[in-house]
């Protein structure tokens, strides 16, 4: 029996999203949850604040600090500065400088590339890693949502993230069909921030338009539709200006990310081989994610498939609570993990 050595510190999983990078540590859940935000003064090269402090400043810092986002579209961009955020917050988990080499499990979209996945695993070895393993991020999702992913039976997820949007009917523990577009949370507000500059003459920042659409934002028309005030720059005169917008137009801004959103769903479903398609009519497609908080994105989805739609009970953690489930039973869920390319 080999000897566990207590200073390697414990087993991780972590959901490394565009939005949010959570971690999930063995036997102590889920303890963190930032934003996959880094400030870096780039006078000294010098990291001044990550995760949510980094976040806050954001549009807010003088020109010698910058606020980075290390991932676009699910996939990092910049991989320094995600190595120095995921050493970061490795170490803000275990508390310990040294010797900390846990295995670490990380979740990608299933529509990465090999050199995109060996920049995963690059930036998780250089900030301490022992081991890293890869799992998609639809299945961990369909894992960490309780829907069984090793019964010969089909299970479909749909993940709307801050980047991407992953698709994906699971059977016997792999993915039989997958559509990942780069499509999510990140094109809703920037499809709202050129819809108020069109209409409004208004600029509006990348927060502002997160909020208004977390406030109002939703995916088809309700009965009780809320407006709210906005305020922006305005671009004629270049000073503070308050608008007041409606739900109706902040939907109608947000229409072409969330076609693609549904076509997605749609394309996924005409691939989906027949047998499988007709578990999917008893147990339904489960919506996760951040995006699935999204109000009347069920009730889209549900119309546009003519399928029952099942938001799952914490659609912003189930991801991380799947890879962490990996973890947990490593040796028997091993198989879901993605393969090594082969040199």
Same mark, same amino acid.
Do not use: W
């Given at each position: 029996?080999?000897?566990?050595?207590?200073?390697?510190?414990?087993?991780?999983?972590?959901?490394?999203?565009?939005?949010?990078?959570?971690?999930?540590?063995?036997?102590?859940?889920?303890?963190?949850?930032?934003?996959?935000?880094?400030?870096?003064?780039?006078?000294?090269?010098?990291?001044?604040?990550?995760?949510?402090?980094?976040?806050?400043?954001?549009?807010?810092?003088?020109?010698?600090?910058?606020?980075?986002?290390?991932?676009?579209?699910? *996939?990092?961009?910049?991989?320094?500065?995600?190595?120095?955020?995921?050493?970061?917050?490795?170490?803000?988990?275990?508390?310990?400088?040294?010797?900390?080499?846990?295995?670490?499990?990380? /979740?990608?979209?299933?529509?990465?590339?090999?050199?995109?996945?060996?920049?995963?695993?690059?930036?998780?070895?250089? /900030?301490?890693?022992?081991?890293?393993?890869?799992?998609?991020?639809?299945?961990?999702?369909?894992?960490?949502?309780?829907?069984?992913?090793?019964?010969?039976?089909?299970?479909?997820?749909?993940?709307?993230?801050?980047?991407?949007?992953?698709?994906?009917? *699971?059977?016997?523990?792999?993915?039989?069909?997958?559509?990942?577009?780069?499509?999510?949370?990140?094109?809703?507000?920037?499809?709202?921030?050129?819809?108020?500059?069109?209409?409004?003459?208004?600029?509006?920042?990348?927060?502002?338009?997160?909020?208004?659409?977390?406030?109002?934002?939703?995916?088809?028309?309700?009965?009780?539709?809320?407006?709210?005030?906005?305020?922006?720059?305005?671009?004629?005169?270049?000073?503070?200006?308050?608008?007041?917008?409606?739900?109706?137009?902040?939907?109608?801004?947000?229409?072409?990310?969330?076609?693609?959103?549904?076509?997605?769903?749609?394309?996924?479903?005409?691939?989906?081989?027949?047998?499988?398609?007709?578990?999917?009519?008893?147990?339904?497609?489960?919506?996760?994610?951040?995006?699935?908080?999204?109000?009347?994105?069920?009730?889209?989805?549900?119309?546009?498939?003519?399928?029952?739609?099942?938001?799952?009970?914490?659609?912003?953690?189930?991801?991380?609570?799947? /890879?962490?489930?990996?973890?947990?039973?490593?040796?028997?869920?091993?198989?879901?993990?993605?393969?090594?390319?082969?040199?």
């Amino acid at each position: 029996m080999p000897v566990s050595l207590p200073f390697l510190g414990r087993d991780m999983a972590v959901d490394l999203g565009t939005a949010n990078t959570l971690v999930c540590v063995r036997d102590r859940g889920i303890v963190l949850d930032e934003p996959s935000v880094v400030a870096i003064n780039t006078r000294n090269d010098r990291i001044v604040a990550v995760g949510a402090e980094a976040k806050r400043m954001i549009g807010r810092t003088p020109g010698y600090i910058t606020a980075i986002r290390p991932l676009k579209d699910g *996939v990092i961009t910049d991989l320094e500065v995600a190595e120095r955020m995921l050493r970061y917050f490795i170490l803000k988990v275990h508390h310990r400088r040294y010797l900390v080499q846990p295995r670490v499990v990380v /979740a990608v979209p299933s529509g990465t590339t090999g050199v995109e996945q060996r920049a995963v695993k690059e930036a998780a070895l250089q /900030a301490g890693a022992r081991r890293v393993y890869l799992i998609e991020e639809p299945m961990a999702a369909a894992i960490g949502s309780g829907l069984p992913v090793h019964e010969p039976a089909g299970s479909m997820v749909v993940d709307v993230g801050g980047g991407t949007t992953e698709v994906a009917v *699971v059977s016997m523990g792999g993915i039989v069909t997958a559509c990942s577009i780069r499509i999510g949370g990140d094109e809703l507000d920037q499809a709202i921030i050129s819809h108020i500059k069109k209409e409004h003459a208004l600029l509006l920042g990348e927060r502002t338009a997160e909020q208004l659409k977390m406030r109002i934002g939703s995916a088809s028309p309700a009965s009780d539709e809320p407006d709210t005030e906005i305020r922006g720059r305005d671009l004629v005169t270049g000073l503070p200006k308050n608008v007041r917008i409606t739900a109706q137009e902040v939907r109608e801004a947000m229409s072409e990310p969330l076609n693609t959103i549904v076509d997605a769903v749609q394309t996924t479903l005409d691939q989906c081989p027949p047998e499988l398609a007709g578990d999917l009519m008893d147990t339904g497609i489960a919506l996760t994610g951040g995006g699935a908080l999204l109000r009347g994105l069920d009730v889209r989805l549900a119309e546009a498939t003519g399928m029952p739609i099942k938001l799952v009970d914490d659609p912003l953690r189930s991801v991380v609570l799947g /890879a962490g489930h990996c973890i947990e039973q490593f040796s028997r869920l091993q198989e879901v993990f993605v393969p090594a390319p082969r040199h």
